[in-house]
């Protein structure tokens, strides 16, 4: 008796532990320590993804280098800390990271009973269906009775149902832990459909498909059947932490609405645009109000570039994920990314 | 026991009531257990409290609620329209199947490994060596990665499946085969099975007292599986002999009909059995190598064969030594099911993940883990050391 309740007491000694962490406030923690610490997926290529050298690049790693760049105005003062899909919202609570960017969908339960708050949201992204052409499938309405590989750990399975269930269709899942796993068993033919937030299914397509088969012997079927609208995620609490990292997102949007990016940023200094002014810090206030440099919005531009730039480095058009804007341009040209402004 | 032992002889020498070893004894467990228990109360107040401070809810609510999430393997009617906790139920089920039929076939497998590495024949003791070197030297993920791969790659996809008979079905989406369609009768073919198993175990215990006291041996084993073929059988023939019968046919992207073996089964199945049936082979080896040389001798001197010789002598005498170690290999093996969500078998693991991650109450999710994990453990334990008494050497 006495050993197993002492089993269970050092596992509770593990959460213990880490609650404790939660004690002050999360930006003088982060400043104290001199580095952001970002916790990100183990990798998927456009939106984290560590190359030869050891560094991350990718969409959601831009918003840890863009906060970084707000608060100690150098994008490099940044930590990685790789986590599965399970370990992720443990990690925030905890305190083991201070910024969940992992491509994770910003729900009302998370949102909630998990203790986080989302920022702005960095990718407007839906479930979607890969299929091997050979199977002739056009749309998502022909997959009755399919099976279908499943990277768990998300809402996938829940819309997956949810989907099949409303049209009346039956499927198998094969729900496999790790997605390099899953991607293997849906080329190896143990399923017919593979099924993920499509900005993922894009990126599998574009990196992983093993030879002699090429990239373009799968589609993406048109059927998008979720919302998924990935935000970065920090504890509830400090609420400054999270305006700096919401307004950091947005600092980004207003840049590419103003035209604002990585190479004219000196210049754009020196316009007598007063909103460009402000942005910029030139007229100060901004940044004061933030509890930031009043430079913050020209670090992050000069180091991170604006979004339309970081979007078109990670996953644009002319990267192999070859993803159009769609509903991630700005609001002004057809999307929905609408940045508060800043002023 | 030793402190009532020491404290009987105290109470004779009259010491001051702190020297009393009883007292003592008492005073030092009462402590210790008050220690425990406040670290427990101290931890879980302050988990609660933590989990308050960060609105995050807590509680058992969540089990009544409907999942939402397809299993792909179940032996139950399931629906994404179940509850958590029937999510849950599916995955323990799938937990006990496997774990189930991998004690059986790891006993048999590791039993006849055992048993080959003691066999004069040289070839037979080498192959049953390096068999049991290589899987027991290789971390079973690894093995379970491999037989997965193997699987998955090595069968074609179901519209080129292999074709047995028009009747079985071997493809990357498992082997598929027909099944009776389900009847009334089959019920009652169980309720004659249970009857036949019965009737044959006390068959088993005339037997033995009549080869006690005439020394006339009568094959149990024969009769009984006449038995329990035999009664179902007459129920079956009884009950007007149905023969309909679902059978698996290519419809869309899959097999319709018939029933399945899933490769994420097959492969862990594979995997554990492979693997644990090497610790087994260990254990029986030991078993019998702890013996005296002279039951063998002895054995050998009454004329009796070497397979009599192992099945009469001395692997009822082994099995008091196997016995106690084996029960650790059947925990291994369920408790090594749980790397099931590695090759996608749903199990238990796999439903509570998906629940953890839908719900987000991590805590209680993996509180239930344990305590089913350990729920079945225990009962594992509680028949083995149940068996172990009962084969226990009868001294004289």
Sequence with gaps: MGKYSLAGAIGVAAILASGSAMAGKDLDAIKARGALICGIGSGTAGFMLQDSQGKWTGLDVDVCRAVAAAIFGDAEKVKYVPLTSQQRFTAVQSGEVDILSNNTTATLQRDTALGLDFTAVTYYDGQGFLVNKKLGVKSAKELNGATVCVAPGTTTELNLADYFRANKMTFKPVVIEKVEEVRAAFFSGRCDVYTNDSSSLYSTRAANVPPPATADDFIILPEIISKEPLAPAVRHGDNQFADIVRWSQYAMLEAEEYGIDSKNVDEMQKSDNPSIKRILGVTPGMGKALGVDEKWVYNIIKQVGNYGESFERNVGKNTPLKIERGLNALWSKGGLQYAEPIR | ?396
């Design chain 2, 1 to 396: 026991m030793a402190v009532e032992a020491l404290g009987s002889t105290s109470r004779t020498t009259k010491v001051a009531f702190w020297n009393d070893p009883t007292v003592r004894g008492w005073v030092f467990q009462i402590v210790i257990v008050g220690l425990v228990g406040g670290l427990a109360y101290y931890l879980v107040s302050n988990t609660v409290e933590n989990l308050a401070r960060q609105k995050i809810a807590s509680g058992f609510h969540y089990l009544g609620r409907e999942a939402g999430f397809e299993i792909g393997d179940s032996m139950i009617a399931y629906s994404p329209a179940s509850t958590y906790a029937r999510a849950m139920f599916v995955g323990l089920l799938n937990t006990i199947k496997v774990a189930g039929i991998g004690i059986v076939l790891a006993t048999i497998l590791g039993t006849l490994l055992g048993v080959g590495r003691l066999s004069p024949n040289w070839l037979l003791s080498k192959i049953c060596e390096y068999y049991v070197e290589t899987f027991r030297n290789v971390p079973l993920l690894l093995w379970l990665f491999l037989i997965y791969k193997m699987i998955s790659e090595a069968f074609p996809g179901p519209r080129q499946a292999i074709n047995v008979l028009n009747s079985f079905f071997l493809s990357n989406r498992g082997l598929y085969f027909p099944v009776p369609l389900a009847h009334p009768i089959h019920e009652w073919m169980g309720v004659g099975l249970i009857v036949a198993i019965v009737a044959t175990w006390f068959m088993a215990r005339w037997a033995k007292k009549r080869q006690e006291a005439t020394g006339q041996p009568f094959h149990t084993i024969y009769a009984g599986l006449a038995l329990m073929i035999g009664i179902p059988a007459l129920v079956w023939i009884a009950g007007g002999a149905p023969t309909g019968t679902s059978w698996p046919e290519l419809k869309g992207f899959n097999f319709v009909g018939g029933t399945v073996i899933q490769p994420e089964f097959t492969a862990l199945l594979v995997g554990l059995v492979l693997y644990t049936s090497a610790f087994v082979a260990e254990i029986v080896r030991s078993g019998i190598l702890a013996l005296n040389k002279g039951q063998s001798e002895a054995a050998a001197a009454l004329g009796l064969s070497r397979g009599q010789t192992m099945r009469l002598v001395l692997l009822p005498q082994a099995m008091r030594l196997i016995i106690p170690p084996m029960t650790s290999q059947y925990l291994n093996i369920t408790k090594n099911s749980s790397l099931a969500i590695a090759i996608g078998y749903p199990d238990l693991v796999a439903s509570v993940n998906v629940t953890i991650n839908q719900t987000g109450q991590a805590i209680e999710n993996v509180l239930i883990i344990m305590a089913a994990y350990l729920t079945v453990s225990l009962s594992i334990s509680a028949f083995m050391n149940f068996y172990n008494k009962r084969i226990a050497l009868m001294e004289r």
